[in-house]
T-cell receptor, first 110, second 115 residues
Framework: TQLLEQSPQFLSIQEGENLTVYCNSS?????LQWYRQEPGEGPVLLVT?????EVKKLKRLTFQFGDARKDSSLHITAAQPGDTGLYLC??????????FGAGTRLTVKP | GAGVSQTPSNKVTEKGKYVELRCDPI?????LYWYRQSLGQGPEFLIY????????DSGLPNDRFFAVRPEGSVSTLKIQRTERGDSAVYLC?????????????FGPGTRLTVL
């Protein structure tokens, strides 16, 4: 059973389009992290959200943590081919323990 | 280097053999994590060390899997009597291990293939 459910599993869009991916759980987390992974490499942290309702922006990426700290979303504006990759959310609990979702594989076509 | 390193990068073994996978964390990081990642999936938690002790080993799939971190730095993941289903990329990550902004830094992984 996946602790964190990510949707969609796959997303293929054209350059310039906007998109949103979701991360949902029935559990409450201390914080939630988003990572991006390229083929043949380990995941790399994009952002950590801690407070319920928190919104963080990283250039064209907007991250939101749900009010109840159980879910999160990642919105990308004007997607570019360089955004292609596997986007993973990870729930942090008990401060140091962490569980990952299955990921959303994004392909942005030029 | 300053990052997390894992050796070997690739390991091919035969069913039933024993394998050891090594992880060198970032110097000074107290927390160390092992994950297993199958193709197209997210990392599956295996075990987490805080210092020398396993703080959470609930992700180890069965007693063929074992991990140690005897001096609180380098860790070894050991798999006995390997099975074809063990084939995956094994990722190691380390962190400073404190607070909710606990960023994990990942190594490139060891790709294990069991024939």
């Amino acid at each position: 059973t996946q602790l964190l459910e990510q949707s969609p599993q796959f997303l293929s869009i054209q350059e310039g389009e906007n998109l949103t991916v979701y991360c949902n759980s029935s559990s409450v987390f201390s914080s939630l992290q988003w990572y991006r992974q390229e083929p043949g490499e380990g995941p790399v942290l994009l952002v950590t959200v801690v407070t319920g309702g928190e919104v963080k922006k990283l250039k064209r990426l907007t991250f939101q943590f749900g009010d109840a700290r159980k879910d999160s979303s990642l919105h990308i504006t004007a997607a570019q081919p360089g955004d292609t990759g596997l986007y993973l959310c990870a729930g942090v609990y008990n401060n140091n323990d962490m569980r990952f979702g299955a990921g959303t594989r994004l392909t942005v076509k030029p | 280097g300053a990052g997390v390193s894992q050796t070997p990068s690739n390991k091919v073994t035969e069913k039933g053999k024993y394998v050891e996978l090594r992880c060198d964390p970032i110097s000074g990081h107290t927390a160390l994590y092992w994950y297993r990642q199958s193709l197209g999936q997210g990392p599956e938690f295996l075990i987490y060390f805080q210092g020398t002790g396993a703080a959470d080993d609930s992700g180890l799939p069965n007693d063929r899997f074992f991990a140690v971190r005897p001096e609180g730095s380098v860790s070894t993941l050991k798999i006995q009597r390997t099975e074809r289903g063990d084939s995956a990329v094994y990722l190691c990550a380390s962190s400073s291990g404190t607070g909710v902004y606990n960023e994990q830094f990942f190594g490139p992984g060891t790709r294990l293939t069991v024939l």
